[in-house]
Nanobody, 124 residues
Framework: QVQLVESGGGLVQAGGSLRLSCAAS????????MGWFRQAPGKETEYVGC????????YYAGSVKGRFTISRDNGKNTVYVQMNRLKPEDTAVYYC?????????????????RGQGTQVTVSS
């Protein structure tokens, strides 16, 4: 049974930082690209970024590029997103998802598995 469990969310002031983690189990982690998505209340799911299986290639949405950094530790079956210079509009539930590669990775429906998410709230 595949599980993706996010952690690290919380309340932070604008300009602050958070690091989210996503621990995977039940799958061969190194054979999956890992994506991050977010969903704010009343809004559609938004792509944050995707990291390739070996961690060499990473893709970001324009709204987070330069502020967010995705990384992974295949030995720990964990993917991270370091979020810096946070803005109130970054407030959302963030969740990770797994698929074989990042091709078409902006569409959450293309992923094989996804976690339940962790809340990030950025106050102004």
């Amino acid at each position: 049974q595949v599980q993706l469990v996010e952690s690290g969310g919380g309340l932070v002031q604008a300009g602050g930082s958070l690091r989210l983690s996503c621990a995977a189990s039940g799958l061969t982690f190194g054979t999956y690209a890992m994506g991050w998505f977010r969903q704010a209340p009343g809004k559609e799911t938004e792509y944050v970024g995707c990291m390739s299986r070996n961690g060499i290639n990473t893709y970001y949405a324009g709204s987070v590029k330069g502020r967010f950094t995705i990384s992974r530790d295949n030995g720990k079956n964990t993917v991270y997103v370091q979020m810096n210079r946070l803005k109130p509009e970054d407030t959302a539930v963030y969740y990770c998802a797994a698929k074989r590669d990042c091709i078409g990775g902006i569409d959450v429906r293309s992923y094989d598995y996804r976690g339940q998410g962790t809340q990030v709230t950025v106050s102004s």
